[in-house]
């Protein structure tokens, strides 16, 4: 059985200079290598090849027959290694092609409207793919997968690989919100009447058939947990505030996406001295896995979030 011979990139390097210079000398000083290296880089090579590349007894060097007839394989490898720069630079500094975000309903609602607009006027050669990716149960309470159609994520929870970036960029304020039909059938006299009536609850964050509000209490600088209960569970914010706006249950919601549904009949609930939010997590790879149109738009949405909502 012939044994396979082993060589790596730089030292094809080394033969292609050589044959376009047919000078030790030459080709040192134009790879930057010290010529003795060069030299015992050669002798190496043909010791694996079993065969002698150049007839270094004359001036200038030639090829050996072997040499002539391996030549086109190094051109050919060295134009493949060109290729390969070339194309790695070329996918990293593009501007083209679609940015793929990805986010649930509520958070991709603001994200049109405050961060978009600014966003496409910063860049205006940019394009932007934004898809719904509310989460299920397993995800919320698991780690939130990250899809290869996807580059970058918005959600309220931390992913589940940790080979992933994952940054805390924002706390969004909340509140839970009822109509008044129900603030008057079960009235709130302290956050654990939360717990005693009907709520909205969140496929999402469902723990044995109830979810947990955390809710600051700002007077004694404490985080509260309240577990409350409902008949309707959802995996939108959309249909939750239509359940919400019938009097079906309380809902916990940020309230900027209340005010950008434009609903008139849901009211603030919390009572004085109690605050709560919602953590935004913007999840991505690695730098070094991305092109540079996706570490652009990351960059940007960041700034343009620090300055929109507080940390």
Not at 18 to 39: M, V
Not at 249 to 262: N, R, S, W
Not at 281 to 303: D, G, M, W
Request: proline share 5%; glycine share 4%.
């Amino acid at each position: 059985m012939v044994q396979k011979i082993s060589f790596n990139d730089n030292e094809l390097r080394i033969l292609y200079e050589l044959s376009c210079t047919r000078s030790l000398s030459l080709a040192a000083e134009t790879l930057k290598i010290a010529q003795p290296n060069i030299s015992r880089t050669l002798q190496q090579l043909e010791d694996r090849f079993g065969f002698s590349v150049f007839d270094r007894s004359c001036r200038p060097i030639k090829l050996t027959r072997f040499g002539e007839e391996l030549l086109p394989y190094v051109k050919k490898h060295m134009k493949s290694c060109e290729d390969i720069q070339k194309f790695t630079m070329a996918y990293k500094l593009a501007s083209d092609g679609f940015v793929r975000i990805h986010a649930p309903t509520g958070q991709l609602l603001f994200i049109s409207k405050y961060v978009i607009p600014g966003l496409k006027a910063q860049h205006p050669e940019i394009k932007l793919m934004l898809t719904t990716s509310n989460l299920s149960n397993a995800e919320f309470t698991l780690g939130v997968p990250f899809s290869d159609d996807c580059d970058i994520l918005f959600t309220h929870s931390l992913p589940d690989n940790d080979e992933l970036i994952a940054r805390n960029i924002a706390s969004i304020p909340a509140n839970i919100y009822g109509t008044r039909d129900m603030i008057a059938r079960y009235p709130i006299h302290s956050i654990e009447d939360y717990g005693h009536s009907p709520c909205i609850l969140f496929f999402s964050h469902m723990e044995d058939n109830h979810n947990i509000w955390y809710i600051n209490d700002d007077s004694h600088k404490e985080i509260r947990k309240i577990i409350i209960s409902g008949d309707f569970a959802c995996d939108n914010s959309y249909a939750a505030i239509e359940l919400a706006k019938a009097g079906l249950g309380y809902l916990f919601m940020p309230e900027l996406i209340i005010k950008e549904t434009d609903i008139d009949g849901l009211v603030p609930t919390l009572p004085d001295n109690f605050s709560t939010h919602l953590d935004l997590f913007v999840i991505y790879s690695k730098k070094t896995q991305q092109p540079f149109r996706v570490q652009l738009i990351i960059n940007s949405i960041v700034n343009i979030l620090k300055k929109l909502l507080p940390r």
